[in-house]
């Protein structure tokens, strides 16, 4: 399998404070891979250094076997075309309607006629399950489920290889959250796509996760199937995942 | 890069359509029209995709809407490909457009916008007028209560009050300066050249003091009180507040009015002050006139009455610019556009108040002859 993300002896500090002391990880093609930590282990930070909106203070970082570090802008144009990144809150764009959301990078980036936009947005809300009635709302009108399916669509809109999902069950109620995993690994098996996700839910782990790393003490702690990461005798590891034994 | 194409083969009765290359969202927009644009004039159809080396779903949407069209026309039509995932993926895709339903939106005529537009500037002017109300009934409980929020005032009067002074007295000493310059320039022709004392002071504490005060303070004030309060409503903390029983109304609106109450005869004193002395400087550069003799001609001309209208005007601006700012504030919506909208709408629509407010003053002073 190749290897989509890896993530080499990261180190970020904030000031004096250190958030990372040497996190690795390897997320392979195909794979749905999760990351885990307690609130403040600095997992959303990761994230971030991954999409490249914060930078590491030292370590590597290669994506489809570049490091981005060393992009030109160019490539670095060409990498985020690839790869689709999903906000916890969904992030879009407040003052366009979701079908403007949806048909924003598609406008950008190619030179579509109106109609065949209009398909694509079609067939994104269609792989999301939403209405197609919802074209025509504004984000503030969607319940925070509809916006997480919104936000997918609009992620999945320059076709992906690659996904990041920042807490995409939050804010979810089960039948919902259980609904949108379902459709992760769906889309994740008709597209073809490598999923990175942090994620707290303990059924999202136990139904889709393929391999996981769990951030804690600023360091992976513990990484590979659930299965190797029950084995650990972490603390935090224990405690987490404690309720189902 | 670039390398997507198609071509058509004639065989007897069956035309079949080979796709080649990487059928993706990076390059389907260069072959999209003349896809589209195919037509057959056998009625079996073939489509061969087994040459494409990549598919993706935005590929797969543009080869589905070829075949739905292809099959509205009762063409046959065949997909091969031994690429599983390809088939797959175009499976779903059909599927997924074949439920694709065209929803009608709504046009509406020129003349109902016109009417809806008209009717929402009645409806937010009856929406102001009750949020009037609202405040004088709420002021009224509020001095029965004597609960006044000594923090919040003083810091709206240090914010909008004490940091707009050093504007305000720039502005004022231009404005000063320039009303002496224009009335000397004309009186001089008279040889009246002593008059631009009565003039100038005259128009400033009745009339330039508190408008250019009221104005700078609308730009600066009402903006700032629909953005802040705009954004906590945007981040529900006003929703937060009225969990908690805290009531907007005391926490965030009555301090500001309260505050501009305080500041802004204050700031239309010194407003006065520093325009009176941009007046003495440019007569004295122009005429020549001593500051001695300017002053003892303003003690003669400018009675007390005409700084008192000027100051009167005060609080009744104060009111206008903080309710105005706090109205917009409140009707913000939750799309970050709004705070812009209403921010906008909140300084035009102060400053054009104030200056209605003040002429409605002079008509009335008129009248009373004062």
Redesign the interface.
């Known amino acids: 399998m190749k290897s989509v993300v890896k993530v080499e002896n990261i180190v970020t500090k904030f000031g004096a404070k250190i958030v990372h002391n040497g996190v690795s990880l390897e997320v392979k093609q195909n794979e749905i891979y999760a990351i885990l930590g307690e609130s403040g282990s600095g997992k959303s930070v990761l994230l971030k250094e991954i999409v490249m909106l914060l930078k590491p203070f030292s370590g590597k970082i290669y994506i489809f076997n570049k490091d981005i570090s060393r992009l030109t802008p160019q490539e670095i144009l060409e990498l985020k075309?690839r790869w689709g990144v999903l906000f916890q809150f969904g992030a879009l764009f407040?003052?366009l309607n979701i079908e403007n959301n949806i048909a924003l990078p598609?406008k950008e980036?190619?030179?579509?006629?109106k109609k065949?936009l209009s398909?694509?947005v079609?067939?994104?809300l269609?792989?999301v399950n939403l209405d197609?009635?919802v074209?025509?709302l504004?984000?503030?009108e969607l319940s925070g489920g509809m916006i997480k399916r919104a936000a997918l669509a609009r992620t999945?809109s320059?076709?992906p290889k690659l996904l990041f999902l920042d807490e995409p069950t939050s804010g979810l109620d089960p039948v919902g959250a259980r609904a949108f995993d379902e459709l992760i690994v769906n889309l994740r098996d008709?597209?073809?796509l490598t999923i990175v996700m942090i994620t707290h839910d303990l059924d999202t782990i136990y139904n889709i996760v393929d391999r996981l790393s769990i951030l804690a003490d600023k360091k992976v702690v513990s990484s590979g199937t659930l299965e190797e990461v029950l084995k650990s005798n972490h603390p935090f590891v224990k405690k987490f995942f404690k309720k189902r034994e | 890069m670039k390398n997507i194409s198609f071509k058509v083969y004639n065989k007897s009765n069956t035309t079949t359509i080979v796709f080649i290359g990487d059928w993706?969202?990076?390059n389907?927009?260069i072959i999209?029209?003349k896809l589209l644009q195919f037509n057959s004039k056998t009625s079996n159809i073939i489509l061969n995709l087994e040459n494409v080396d990549n598919l993706?779903?935005?590929g797969a949407?543009?080869i589905s809407?070829l075949k739905k069209r292809l099959e509205k026309d009762n063409f046959n039509i065949k997909t091969i490909t031994q690429n599983k995932?390809h088939l797959?993926?175009l499976d779903?895709?059909e599927e997924?457009?074949s439920?694709?339903?065209d929803?009608k939106?709504k046009k509406y005529s020129f003349l109902y916008n016109v009417g809806k537009q008209t009717f929402n500037i009645y409806l937010s002017i009856i929406e102001f007028l009750s949020f009037l109300g609202k405040f004088f009934i709420k002021s009224l409980k509020l001095f029965k209560k004597g609960d006044f929020r000594l923090q919040e005032i003083i810091y709206f009067i240090y914010t909008a009050g004490l940091e707009a002074v050093p504007i305000i007295a720039l502005t004022s000493f231009l404005v000063g300066i320039v009303i002496a310059y224009q009335t000397i320039v004309q009186l001089s022709k008279f040889g009246a050249d002593i008059f631009v004392v009565d003039a100038s002071v005259i128009a400033i504490t009745r009339e330039l003091g508190p408008m250019i005060t009221a104005i700078v303070v609308a730009g600066r004030s009402a903006s700032s009180f629909s953005a802040e309060i705009g954004a906590m409503k945007l981040t529900q903390e006003i929703d937060a507040m009225k969990t908690m029983g805290f009531k907007p109304f005391y926490f965030l609106i009555i301090p500001r009015v309260v505050a501009l109450l305080i500041a802004l005869p204050i700031l239309i004193f010194i407003s006065d002050i520093i325009g009176i002395f941009g007046a003495m400087i440019a007569t004295k550069m122009h005429i020549g006139l001593s500051f001695n003799i300017f002053i003892d001609r303003l003690y003669e001309v400018l009675k007390v009455k005409h700084y008192i209208i000027g100051l009167i005007k005060g609080p009744f601006f104060a009111v206008i610019i903080a309710l105005i700012g706090s109205f917009h504030g409140l009707r913000v919506?939750?799309?970050?556009?709004s705070i812009g909208q209403e921010t906008t709408k909140s300084v035009v629509n102060a400053i054009f108040l104030v200056i209605v407010c003040d002429a409605l003053f002079s008509v009335i002073f008129t009248r009373l002859n004062l």
């Open positions: 075309k407040t003052s598609l980036y190619t030179k579509l006629s065949m398909y694509i079609d067939a994104k269609e792989m197609k009635s074209k025509y504004y984000p503030y999945l320059l076709d008709t597209l073809d | 993706s969202i990076n389907i927009d999209e029209t993706d779903s935005s949407i543009l809407v995932k797959k993926l779903i895709i997924n457009i439920k694709q339903k929803i939106v919506t939750q799309n970050t556009e």
